[in-house]
T-cell receptor, first 115, second 114 residues
Framework: SQTIHQWPATLVQPVGSPLSLECTVE??????LYWYRQAAGRGLQLLFY??????ISSEVPQNLSASRPQDRQFILSSKKLLLSDSGFYLC??????????????FGSGTRLTVV | GDSVTQMEGPVTLSEEAFLTINCTYT??????LFWYVQYPGEGLQLLLK?????DKGSNKGFEATYRKETTSFHLEKGSVQVSDSAVYFC?????????????FGSGTRLLVRP
């Protein structure tokens, strides 16, 4: 069966420090991968998505970047965190072969607090 | 572009009350529609889905019917429980978009009181 792992679960980082969040998927190949951010009490904002290794699309200009070094690995990074980067970060995958009709499977999320 | 509009919360109900959370959408073509639920401190879980007009998705006592004529996908449950307290997100996926990304509504918080 397919599983998605996201870590760390919580993170407290000072302003100006770097960030690396990792997401891996097991049990499938060539998934579409996504990073979302959820600010406190608000909806979901799509940050990045990837349809293949090395292929990254950015939805909004920001202080973050994403990379996909392997088929089932998706990394969210920042060189220097801002206070506004605080939030709940969610990774998700979808199966290309289903044409998206099965929606996403989400990871358990990373709560990032920038202090 | 494609979009999803949900009723604003919070929605506060007593246990065993009837629940409706409204969701309408704007999309080209024939999107698939979804409801996701987020319990406190957790990620999102797929609650139900419908992939074509007049389909009814159902799970755990929740139902939603894909109404193309009114571009709606309202979530309903006949008798809510305290354990249903969560944030509910309506979402669509446009089959014409090869990224298969989901467009989410802003979420509706449901609070069920005993």
């Amino acid at each position: 069966s397919q599983t998605i792992h996201q870590w760390p679960a919580t993170l407290v980082q000072p302003v100006g420090s770097p960030l690396s969040l990792e997401c891996t998927v097991e049990g499938t190949s060539n998934p579409n991968l996504y990073w979302y951010r959820q600010a406190a009490g608000r909806g979901l904002q799509l940050l990045f998505y990837s349809v293949g290794i090395g292929q990254i699309s950015s939805e909004v200009p920001q202080n973050l970047s994403a990379s996909r070094p392997q088929d089932r690995q998706f990394i969210l990074s920042s060189k220097k965190l801002l206070l506004s980067d605080s939030g709940f970060y969610l990774c998700a995958w979808s199966a290309v072969r289903t044409g998206g009709s099965y929606g996403y499977t989400f990871g358990s999320g990373t709560r990032l607090t920038v202090v | 572009g494609d979009s999803v509009t949900q009723m604003e919360g919070p929605v506060t109900l007593s246990e065993e009350a009837f629940l409706t959370i409204n969701c309408t959408y704007t999309a080209t073509g024939y999107p698939s529609l979804f409801w996701y639920v987020q319990y406190p401190g957790e990620g999102l879980q797929l609650l139900l889905k419908a992939t074509k007009a007049d389909d009814k998705g159902s799970n755990k006592g929740f139902e939603a019917t894909y109404r193309k004529e009114t571009t709606s996908f309202h979530l309903e449950k006949g008798s809510v429980q305290v354990s249903d307290s969560a944030v509910y997100f309506c979402a669509l996926n446009n089959a014409g978009d090869s990224s298969y990304k989901l467009i989410f509504g802003s979420g509706t918080r449901l609070l069920v009181r005993p």
